[in-house]
């Protein structure tokens, strides 16, 4: 009897843990993949999240207090499990600490040990019986350590069994981008935020706030009250499709006051991404023409445009005015974003109108500038631009290294398309190649700096399902799929050396919103593809695999739900 009795209760036993193990135990393979996931089955620990779990932390540092608030909201929403904050707790289950990284064995130094950007983001995460322990040198390190932490843990914490690991992480890459186009729609300050919750938690650390548009110009200038409050009106919007000039004839606007501009900037900053903001010139700059037609070469009027494309309409390059505008813009734009990159544009910008204007003839003239036009330009198809080293694309060029010049005398550094390297790049430009690689090779064999975006890579406003008819409607000359996004790689050995692939700081996903006019479309637009590109951005070429990520993927969906954020639901 007593037999019996023993032999059952092992029986039930065994059943239970083998349903939790099968049902609920935490799953390490999170996304993106960490460097290193050690799970030792010889190790028969295990650590449960419970209600009251406790979490240690430095209170003195505001910034790992802010985390630990963080580590708390999100095991909230992602387990119902509410825990209790006690800093300085040495029992405390949940550890988040902050360490000195030590001289590598034999090699004692009294100099102060630099840290690579990589390794400020560096940190590991241990599970043992006692608790979770989670280290890193910086606090960046540490807030990404409780996203990995976040993303762990297991929807039932009542069966949910987090067995022995040891996890060590850093990014491969530094800049880690998506670009959000406000331009062409407008999006709320609330809608910003999302946004940026849902790149930190694909590690994302660079939010590319593209400004100013054809359509709209959205950054208050305090100095120009009328740019924003005029310009960012167009008075109808084109119905797709869009070559139908159909248009729906209602008022469309919206623009960021500067305090609302800063009160971004400090969210993103909290969740460690830096807000690289873009003013789009000399192209793309009709909304500006409409406040200012006499910043144009025909004198206007201009209206705001209210349909998308490529306009021939651009700043004057001749008029000693664009300089003077551009200046105080990009002034208060400095003055507002603390980031060390200021995106000046750059992109599609026709040069018909400077072709026959007398002030941009002149002023070509003056600067002694000629066409080279056996100097073939690296980059892809100059879509209504000129290609190659022509006059005018001196001219943009000029203008760029006055910019340049202005925004180091702020100790910024410039980022433009891959458009500015056909007048010659500036001394201490940043290429961002769209058109293909090819603009970003180019540049990097320059030794310029270059961040990787080529549109057939990582256009977001691109479909992700080759059946167009499942998705609202967006771009459509091509598909930007999961797999094909998951496939880039920005660092081909055959086309680069060592030095020169050092000079990729990283890669960026554009979110262009010709058609994309609500957040659930934009979300929908950008999920699960962040989830795609994050690996590309975040982990080495070795560990990449498209199967295995999308075996990782339903994990994250459950996030997504939590957070109550749209996403497309289908993976190609
Ligand atoms: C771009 O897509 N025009 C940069
Ligand atoms: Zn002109």
């Given at each position: 009897?007593?037999?019996?009795?023993?032999?059952?209760?092992?029986?039930?036993?065994?059943?239970?843990?083998?349903?939790?193990?099968?049902?609920?135990?935490?799953?390490?393979?999170?996304?993106?993949?960490?460097?290193?996931?050690?799970?030792?089955?010889?190790?028969?620990?295990?650590?449960?999240?419970?209600?009251?779990?406790?979490?240690?932390?430095?209170?003195?540092?505001?910034?790992?207090?802010?985390?630990?608030?963080?580590?708390?909201?999100?095991?909230?929403?992602?387990?119902?499990?509410?825990?209790?904050?006690?800093?300085?707790?040495?029992?405390?289950?949940?550890?988040?600490?902050?360490?000195?990284?030590?001289?590598?064995?034999?090699?004692?130094?009294?100099?102060?040990?630099?840290?690579?950007?990589?390794?400020?983001?560096?940190?590991?995460?241990?599970?043992?019986?006692?608790?979770?322990?989670?280290?890193?040198?910086?606090?960046?390190?540490?807030?990404?350590?409780?996203?990995?932490?976040?993303?762990?843990?297991?929807?039932?914490?009542?069966?949910?069994?987090?067995?022995?690991?040891?996890?060590?992480?850093?990014?491969?890459?530094?800049?880690?981008?998506?670009?959000?186009?406000?331009?062409?729609?407008?999006?709320?300050?609330?809608?910003?935020?999302?946004?940026?919750?849902?790149?930190?938690?694909?590690?994302?650390?660079?939010?590319?706030?593209?400004?100013t548009?054809?359509?709209?110009?959205?950054?208050?200038?305090?100095?120009?009250?009328?740019?924003?409050?005029?310009?960012?009106?167009?008075?109808?919007?084109?119905?797709?499709?869009?070559?139908?000039?159909?248009?729906?004839?209602?008022?469309?606007?919206?623009?960021?006051?500067?305090?609302?501009?800063?009160?971004?900037?400090?969210?993103?900053?909290?969740?460690?991404?830096?807000?690289v903001p873009e003013i789009d010139m000399p192209g793309h700059?009709?909304?500006?023409?409409?406040?200012?037609?006499?910043?144009?070469?025909?004198?206007?009027?201009?209206?705001?445009?209210?349909?998308?494309?490529?306009?021939?309409?651009?700043?004057?390059?001749?008029?000693?005015?664009?300089?003077?505008?551009l200046?105080?813009v990009f002034?208060?734009l400095?003055?507002?974003?603390?980031?060390?990159y200021i995106h000046i544009g750059g992109d599609?910008?026709?040069?018909?109108?400077?072709?026959?204007?007398?002030?941009?003839?002149?002023?070509?003239?003056?600067?002694?500038?000629?066409?080279?036009?056996?100097?073939?330009?690296?980059?892809?198809?100059?879509?209504?631009?000129?290609?190659?080293?022509?006059?005018?694309?001196?001219?943009q060029?000029?203008i760029n290294h006055e910019i340049e010049?202005f925004l180091?005398?702020?100790?910024r550094s410039l980022i433009g398309w891959?458009e500015i390297?056909?007048?010659?790049?500036t001394?201490?430009a940043i290429?961002m190649?769209?058109?293909?690689?090819?603009?970003?090779?180019?540049?990097?064999?320059?030794?310029?700096?270059?961040?990787?975006?080529?549109?057939?890579?990582?256009?977001?406003?691109?479909?992700?399902?080759?059946?167009?008819?499942?998705?609202?409607?967006?771009?459509?000359?091509?598909?930007?799929?999961?797999?094909?996004?998951?496939?880039?790689?920005?660092?081909?050995?055959?086309?680069?050396?060592?030095?020169?692939?050092?000079?990729?700081?990283?890669?960026?996903?554009?979110?262009?919103?010709?058609?994309?006019?609500?957040?659930?479309?934009?979300?929908?637009?950008?999920?699960?593809?962040?989830?795609?590109?994050?690996?590309?951005?975040?982990?080495?070429?070795?560990?990449?695999?498209?199967?295995?990520?999308?075996?990782?993927?339903?994990?994250?969906?459950?996030?997504?739900?939590?957070?109550?954020?749209?996403?497309?639901?289908?993976?190609?």
């Amino acid at each position: 009897m007593k037999r019996l009795f023993l032999f059952s209760t092992f029986l039930i036993s065994f059943c239970s843990l083998a349903l939790a193990d099968e049902l609920y135990q935490v799953n390490y393979n999170i996304i993106p993949l960490p460097k290193e996931v050690k799970l030792d089955p010889s190790k028969k620990v295990f650590f449960m999240l419970k209600e009251g779990t406790s979490v240690s932390y430095d209170a003195s540092n505001a910034e790992c207090t802010r985390i630990a608030q963080f580590l708390k909201e999100w095991t909230k929403e992602a387990t119902g499990v509410n825990l209790q904050l006690t800093p300085g707790d040495k029992n405390a289950q949940i550890q988040l600490r902050l360490v000195s990284p030590a001289a590598p064995k034999g090699k004692k130094s009294k100099k102060p040990i630099v840290l690579t950007e990589q390794e400020k983001e560096s940190y590991t995460m241990k599970v043992t019986e006692k608790g979770v322990e989670l280290t890193a040198f910086e606090p960046v390190g540490l807030f990404r350590a409780a996203q990995t932490l976040r993303k762990c843990l297991p929807e039932r914490p009542d069966l949910g069994l987090m067995p022995y690991v040891e996890i060590t992480d850093q990014p491969r890459f530094t800049y880690r981008g998506v670009l959000l186009d406000c331009g062409r729609h407008f999006f709320s300050v609330e809608f910003i935020k999302q946004f940026l919750d849902v790149m930190a938690l694909h590690g994302c650390n660079q939010f590319h706030w593209h400004l100013t548009e054809d359509q709209g110009w959205r950054f208050e200038v305090k100095a120009l009250p009328d740019l924003a409050k005029k310009g960012s009106v167009r008075e109808k919007s084109i119905i797709a499709p869009s070559k139908v000039r159909l248009y729906d004839n209602i008022p469309y606007g919206g623009y960021y006051t500067q305090e609302e501009c800063r009160e971004v900037v400090k969210y993103a900053a909290e969740r460690y991404i830096n807000v690289v903001p873009e003013i789009d010139m000399p192209g793309h700059m009709q909304s500006a023409l409409h406040v200012f037609p006499n910043l144009g070469c025909t004198g206007g009027p201009y209206p705001v445009a209210p349909h998308w494309g490529v306009m021939r309409e651009v700043l004057c390059g001749g008029n000693p005015e664009t300089l003077t505008f551009l200046k105080t813009v990009f002034g208060e734009l400095c003055d507002v974003f603390p980031s060390p990159y200021i995106h000046i544009g750059g992109d599609e910008c026709p040069k018909e109108r400077w072709q026959k204007c007398p002030k941009c003839q002149a002023k070509i003239k003056e600067l002694n500038l000629t066409a080279d036009n056996d100097i073939k330009v690296e980059g892809g198809d100059n879509r209504g631009s000129q290609d190659g080293r022509s006059a005018e694309n001196k001219l943009q060029s000029y203008i760029n290294h006055e910019i340049e010049q202005f925004l180091a005398s702020k100790g910024r550094s410039l980022i433009g398309w891959d458009e500015i390297l056909a007048g010659g790049l500036t001394e201490d430009a940043i290429v961002m190649s769209w058109r293909g690689t090819k603009g970003g090779v180019a540049a990097a064999r320059q030794n310029h700096r270059v961040i990787m975006s080529p549109n057939v890579y990582a256009y977001i406003d691109h479909p992700q399902l080759a059946d167009y008819s499942k998705s609202p409607r967006t771009t459509d000359s091509y598909v930007v799929s999961c797999s094909k996004m998951y496939s880039f790689e920005p660092l081909v050995p055959e086309e680069l050396t060592k030095e020169q692939g050092d000079c990729i700081l990283g890669v960026q996903a554009n979110l262009w919103t010709e058609h994309v006019a609500y957040p659930e479309h934009a979300l929908y637009q950008l999920l699960p593809r962040l989830a795609s590109m994050c690996e590309v951005q975040w982990c080495n070429p070795e560990q990449k695999n498209f199967e295995e990520w999308k075996k990782r993927l339903p994990q994250l969906k459950k996030l997504y739900n939590k957070m109550g954020v749209v996403y497309c639901n289908e993976v190609e």
